[in-house]
């Protein structure tokens, strides 16, 4: 059951990731705080969650990183989406409805 | 303004030195971080507190976790598993054909004459090849390290086996002179198969690392 739970905190996250970074490029920080903030705070990135998945979808190649020097000087390692990371947010959503509807019809439970 | 990177390095020594790709990107994160929370209202010396507390205790034990498990994990088949085999399978056939071209591998007296010098003597290619295939691959300073001592590992982990089978025989046959034997060659095998070889392959390792670099250097100073 833990083994499941922790696949699911990992494809949520990178479904959460890759939605956001089809919108514009950000950076960690920035990804942190808006998925905290369009959650209204239910779904959280600590350093240690966040950092290594980011790393992992780059080297899938769903995401690339490139160092950017923002107007106040300071470096930024930002992150945009390939598309390649573009094609698979379709099937992940796919996935996401398609668990969501599984576990509707066994508990009841109602995917808003 | 509080140095981050030199916080981030000195609390997480491990990342720094292994994956130190990181260090200034887990900085940048607790900076914007700390700049918040003053923006917030919250005094420096409380918004310091708050921040560095994602890199202590145990969220540095965590953190370090989740940052050497990712990397060794994911990264194990591409930036280690292949490279490593790839170093290994080189060394082997390069023993393998000295010994069939019947080349005086064993040159110097050292360790009871288990001393393959020219072997040796190109392991750090060897090291310094796995170290690159792994760097071709993405792979992290600990995979590419990693990749260069896979052949030693490989080496040490059936030399431990033979061992304890040959003890294990030796016990049942219960033979003095066998024992004694497989005692004295667990002193000599081990160093000249496991551990100068592995040594030799750092050095490889370590001579690529400095080369890439300045390679790099070179790169992006032209």
């Known amino acids: ?112 | 303004m509080p140095d981050w990177k030199q916080i981030v390095r000195k609390n997480l020594r491990v990342v720094g030195v292994c994956l130190p790709e990181f260090t200034e990107e887990l900085a940048a994160h607790l900076e914007d971080g700390y700049e918040a929370l003053l923006s917030e209202g919250l005094s420096a010396e409380v918004a310091f507190q708050d921040t560095i507390g994602q890199i202590e205790g145990r969220c540095r034990v965590w953190l370090v976790m989740r940052f050497l498990q990712e990397e060794l994990m994911t990264g194990l088949i591409r930036g280690v598993a292949l490279p490593g085999l790839l170093t290994s399978a080189a060394a082997g056939f390069f023993y393998w054909a000295l010994a069939l071209n019947h080349l005086p591998s064993n040159v110097i007296w050292l360790a009871g004459g288990l001393s393959p010098l020219w072997w040796w003597c190109l392991l750090p290619v060897w090291g310094a090849l796995g170290a690159r295939l792994s760097r071709r691959k993405g792979g992290s300073r600990l995979q590419r390290i990693s990749a260069s001592l896979l052949p030693s590992a490989i080496l040490g982990t059936l030399i431990l086996l033979i061992f304890v089978v040959g003890f294990t025989l030796s016990g049942l046959v219960n033979h003095y002179q066998l024992v004694s034997a497989r005692v004295e060659s667990l002193g000599l095998v081990p160093p000249g198969f496991v551990l100068i070889p592995a040594a030799f392959s750092l050095l490889g390792a370590g001579i690529a690392e400095v080369s890439s670099k300045k390679l790099g250097s070179l790169d992006s100073g032209t």
């Open chain 1, 1 to 112: 059951m833990a083994s499941v739970n922790a696949q699911i905190k990992r494809g949520s996250a990178e479904l959460a990731v890759l939605t956001l970074l089809a919108e514009h490029p950000l950076h960690g920080y920035e990804i942190a705080k808006q998925i905290e903030a369009q959650t209204g705070g239910v779904l959280r990135f600590d350093m240690a969650s966040l950092y290594p998945m980011l790393h992992r979808l780059e080297r899938k190649s769903w995401v690339k990183a490139e160092w950017q020097t923002l107007p106040n000087g300071r470096r930024r390692r930002c992150y945009r989406l390939t598309p390649s990371g573009r094609k698979q947010i379709a099937p992940l959503r796919a996935q996401w409805r398609a668990f969501f509807q599984a576990l509707e019809s066994v508990t009841g439970f109602q995917n808003a």
